[in-house]
């Protein structure tokens, strides 16, 4: 029953939405926007996320996980969602935990994974080199210096670098450029010497940077996984954090739509309520159908990675090009519905519009994936 | 909440599924196994011959397992098994290529709405028929003056004391030439408003008075008829629920319909492509990849919508046996016949004029049938409720907004 909540997930939701309503709403992003916080998000918040169990949601027991696996995630994930939380759980506890998981050593897992799930210690993965999604147009070097291993490159679009206390560095080993060979993956203090941290200021008053490495030197422990080989372990960590982002992305998109209908129904020209004109009505039902089709692909992807992980590269870029297309329609439409208010800062509907942007572009647009899923169907 | 499957009960289910499948081996003949052409399709009824003596054996060999209706209670000849049998059954005849034993608009709609809204006599007298095959069913519900707007329908029946005398006239009657009986919605109540007035009549198509004469459409096909009725003299015993309260029938009705619709196309009888397949056919390739670079993008647009309504079907179903309810099943008649003109409108584009031949020689019978479904398709989003009609009912019904 992959494509039907669980009593325990529908419980999770339920709980999920009462406390972000409470705690992180999307005032809360207003507030931290306007106040230039240095941080970009709570971390008060993220410790009460942390006690949750959100931190936690999908990794092993023994790491002191939830293991609730991805579809428990999803319904956090789409909650946050529908309040534009910001928060390191994408970065961090999604991305970065499953790059730990996947390819860590032992020593790395247990030592940094408890960490990690408490909200004590958080990551963000240093992989993006230009202003499109190209997982492997990667030129960032990691060069073995005796012991050691240097870094030298530019990456720009971290999601969260800025605030991470670990980098997950992707680094080219060996191989030439674009070559899905020779990719390696080390871990990073942030305030290694030779890092330099620019935070970029995004649509979405989310965190992202532009990071420098100048001869960064670091010893081989700091390799996540075999030198040369993340690959494999790359694109899995890519789509995970994919699925997870197209859950938030869905939780984005029934929010703006359900505010909008609600618009509609109280707002008279004319006379009478701008709901009841059929210019609008069906404009309105063709998003639902919309919604209807991206809530099962996002289910099926979600326990996909829990289920049936050799299907997941099919299913991630479903979700995310659909997703993306998703939020591109029901946030212009929600704006174009609102009319004159939808367009100023004070409504919350550009919030957003503007979140679904960067959204779109993190882990790959709807260009990247269509064309990936084309490929995967062997056209 | 959500009631968990129990673990016996998906024993049972998984041996249920094992021995359909044997069974399936064991009786559908090969030939039943076999892609089918239009004359290969059985719909029964009281003028109908089988296909082949293979297809006679095989309808009857279900029809005696009572798997032609597997969900309908066994009194009156159905299989009297659970939903989730029934899709073990849909499924494992898939597997192994089974064609539909019998095609009827008797299973598919007029079924379901008799063993709700009939009576016992009437569940007696149409139930096992419909089962049997021995009646051929046609539905007639819009008239010349009223299709989108079906409320207003005028064809009337008036009360004669031991019977109803009917007037008017149905269109997009389909099959009615072929057809033994039809169910149709007729005014009872002149002076009621629109829906008020309507009661559904069941009228025997021999009964004199009864006419039929075919309507020939863009595809080349006649599928579809104009039924005319001039005195018709109808026993009041085929009046099905209460009188004018024929509408609720329809509703119930057309929500099969729909369904229906929404799952067509893997059931056509011609040669159906499959874009992704025609076009490693059709298209040059570079590298593996479509060199057109526009029809690449149109491909995959439509293979991922495609995978989402197949994720929807499933959503739909597990929603159905977990006893919860979301606004899915009311959105998939207008994304899967939308969907339907696209890949035919897609599978055009990717034969180029190879797909243009509209009969005879220079043309294989998969490219003359796409040109022939291509134009078909285009009823798709107007029978049953027109893609607009179904959008206003999502904005009525789903988002609830205001009417005008």
Same mark, same amino acid.
Do not use: K, M, T, Y
């Given at each position: 029953m992959a494509l039907v909540l669980n009593e325990e997930q529908r419980f999770l939701r339920d709980a999920a939405r009462e406390f972000l309503n409470a705690n992180a709403p999307v005032e809360a992003l207003r507030k931290l926007r306007d106040d230039k916080d240095p941080t970009g998000y709570s971390s008060e918040l993220w410790h009460q996320m942390a006690e949750l169990g959100w931190a936690s949601i999908i990794l092993p027991e023994e790491y #002191? #996980?939830?293991?609730? &696996?991805f579809t428990g995630l999803g319904v956090v994930m789409e909650e946050t969602g529908r309040t534009l939380t910001a928060s390191p759980l994408l970065a961090s506890a999604v991305v970065g935990a499953s790059a730990l998981l996947l390819a860590g050593s032992e020593k790395q897992k247990s030592s940094l994974l408890p960490k990690v799930a408490a909200g004590e210690l958080t990551l963000a993965l240093a992989l993006e080199e230009s202003h499109h999604h190209r997982p492997t147009h990667i030129n960032t070097t990691a060069t073995t210096e005796g012991a050691n291993i240097v870094l030298n490159g530019r990456k720009t679009f971290v999601v969260d670098g800025h605030s991470a206390d670990q980098l997950l560095v992707v680094a080219?080993?060996?191989?030439?450029?674009?070559?899905?060979?020779g990719l390696s993956l080390l871990l990073v203090p942030?305030?290694?010497? #030779?890092v330099s941290v620019q935070r970029t200021i995004m649509a979405d008053s989310r965190n992202a940077a532009n990071i420098v490495f100048e001869q960064v030197s670091v010893s081989?422990?700091?390799?996540? &996984?075999?030198?040369?080989?993340?690959w494999a372990v790359l694109e899995q960590v890519l789509d995970r954090g994919r699925v997870a982002l197209a859950a938030e992305m869905l939780g984005l998109a029934l929010e703006a739509f359900e505010r909008t209908v609600a618009y509609l129904k109280e707002r008279e020209q004319f006379g009478t309520l701008i709901g009841s004109f059929q210019g609008l009505q069906h404009r309105a039902a063709q998003m639902q159908a919309e919604l209807e089709l991206c809530r099962s692909v996002v289910l099926q992807a979600l326990s996909t990675v829990d289920d049936a992980p050799e299907q997941l590269p099919l299913l991630a870029s479903l979700a995310k090009a659909k997703l993306n297309e998703l939020v591109k329609l029901v946030t212009n439409e929600a704006v174009q519905m609102h009319g004159g208010i939808g367009v100023t800062d004070e409504l919350e509907i550009g919030f957003f519009l503007k979140r679904a942007r960067v959204a779109m572009q993190i882990f790959g647009d709807t260009g990247f994936h269509k064309d990936r899923y084309a490929t995967l169907c062997g056209y | 909440m959500t009631a968990p499957i129990r673990r016996d009960v998906l024993q049972d289910l998984d041996q249920f599924r094992s021995e359909a499948r044997q069974w399936l081996e064991t009786n559908c003949p090969e030939s039943q196994r076999q892609p089918m052409q239009a004359e290969d399709q059985y719909y029964g009824g009281r003028n109908a011959r089988f296909p082949s003596a293979d297809a006679q054996l095989w309808f009857e060999r279900m029809r005696d397992k009572g798997w032609i209706c597997p969900e309908w209670p066994t009194e009156y000849g159905g299989g009297g098994l659970t939903p989730q049998h029934a899709k073990i059954i849909k499924e494992e005849m898939k597997a192994v290529r089974a064609r539909t034993p019998l095609y009827s608009l008797g299973i598919w709609m007029l079924g379901p709405a008799l063993l709700e809204f009939g009576n016992e006599e009437q569940k007696q007298q149409h139930i096992p028929a419909i089962i049997n095959g021995e009646v051929r069913w046609c539905q007639g519900y819009s008239e010349p003056g009223s299709g989108s707007d079906l409320a207003s329908l005028q064809c009337k029946a008036e009360d004669q004391g031991d019977h109803f005398l009917v007037n008017g006239s149905k269109i997009w009657t389909t099959a009615a030439d072929k057809s033994d009986w039809i169910f149709c919605l007729v005014r009872t109540d002149p002076n009621a408003k629109n829906q008020e007035g309507i009661s559904f009549l069941l009228i025997d198509m021999d009964d004199p008075g009864v006419t039929t004469t075919p309507i020939e459409l863009i595809s080349g096909e006649s599928e579809f008829c104009q039924t005319f009725f001039d005195n018709v003299k109808v026993p009041k015993?085929?009046?099905?629920? @209460?009188?004018?309260?024929g509408w609720s029938v329809a509703k119930a009705l057309l929500v099969h319909e729909r369904k229906l619709m929404s799952e067509?196309?893997? @059931?056509?009888?011609r040669e159906v492509l499959v874009p992704s397949a025609a076009a490693r056919q059709y298209l040059d390739m570079v590298d593996g990849k479509i060199a057109d670079a526009q029809l690449r993008a149109d491909l995959v647009d439509y293979d991922m919508t495609m995978h989402a309504i197949g994720l929807t079907h499933f959503r739909t179903f597990e929603e159905k046996l977990a006893d919860t309810r979301s606004a899915a099943p009311l959105v998939m008649k207008y994304v899967g016949t939308e969907a339907e003109k696209t890949k035919s409108e897609l599978l055009l584009a990717i034969l180029g004029s190879q797909g243009l031949g509209w009969e005879g020689e220079g043309f294989s019978q998969a490219e003359l049938d796409t040109l022939r479904l291509w134009a078909m398709s285009k009823a798709m989003t107007i029978a049953g409720g027109t893609s607009e009609i179904q959008l206003n009912v999502i904005a009525k019904n789903v988002l609830q907004l205001p009417q005008s």
């Open positions: #002191g #996980g939830l293991d609730f &696996g080219r080993s060996s191989g030439e450029a674009e070559s899905e060979r942030r305030d290694a010497p #030779g081989s422990d700091a390799l996540v &996984g075999p030198a040369g080989e993340a | 015993s085929n009046l099905v629920g @209460e009188l004018n309260q067509l196309g893997s @059931e056509s009888p």
